[in-house]
């Protein structure tokens, strides 16, 4: 699968869009991008995903470049609630296993 | 119950005992994750479950590490001899199956374990 890179943190005004980059220049085409994110002392959850096409949901939007080397994820009100680690992760289709890479991700501070 | 559930929420044991964390996954669901997460750190994956079968025990990190599933439901991570670098969050995640829906983890709250 392929490696991905992000910003070690963040911080962002509640109430404003967070914009959390993610860079996957090594992805291929059956390769789908993956975003999760862990509050402080919970199991991750699940966000969104999408291989070319921009994703919106209740969550956030997920923005992928049309070379898809890179993507973001929007979260368009962002709550302190919010406050979470946000991982960006690679996955093939045809991965025998379903398991996620996860790397450091990025820590999202939103401030009031 | 509607979720991941995860037993003992909090352990503590003494090094060289053993101990078991239990997962019960979302029923029906096939596939079952075990990660560990040590202080400050990612996520490290243990191994993978496929109904009872373990096809992927890449992540243990060693023969002390042991994990088992029955019935195609609840699964048992066994640490034996116990060290103090085991000292970790364990977390345990279901999916429907190994491609569900949008490679959808579902995880439970995790056994924090602290050796002593």
């Known amino acids: 699968d392929a490696k991905t890179t992000q910003p070690t943190s963040m911080d962002c005004a509640e109430g404003r869009a967070a914009n959390l980059p993610c860079n996957h220049s090594?992805?291929?085409?059956?390769?789908?991008v993956y975003w999760y994110r862990q509050i402080h002392s919970q199991g991750p959850q699940y966000i969104i995903h999408g291989l070319k096409n921009n994703e919106t949901n209740e969550m956030a939007s997920l923005i992928i470049t049309e070379d898809r080397k890179s993507s973001t994820l929007i979260l368009p009100h962002a709550t302190l609630r919010d406050t979470a680690v946000y991982y960006c992760i690679v996955r093939g289709i045809s991965s025998n296993t379903g398991k996620l890479i996860f790397g450091q991700g990025t820590t999202l501070q939103v401030k009031p | 119950g509607a979720g991941v559930s995860q037993s003992p929420s909090n352990k503590v044991t003494e090094k060289g005992k053993d101990v078991e964390l239990r997962c019960d996954p979302i029923s029906g669901h096939t596939a079952l994750y075990w990660y560990r997460q040590s202080l400050g750190q990612g996520l490290e994956f243990l191994i993978y479950?496929?109904?009872?079968?373990?096809?992927?025990k890449s992540g243990l990190p060693s023969d002390r590490f042991s994990a088992e599933r029955t019935g195609g439901s609840v699964s048992t991570l066994t640490i034996q001899r116990t060290q103090q670098e085991d000292s970790a969050v364990y977390l345990c995640a279901s999916s429907l199956t190994r491609e569900s829906r949008g490679g959808e983890l579902f995880f439970g709250e995790g056994s924090r374990l602290t050796v002593l």
């Open positions: 090594t992805i291929s085409g059956n390769e789908y």
């Open positions: 479950f496929q109904g009872n079968s373990a096809p992927d």
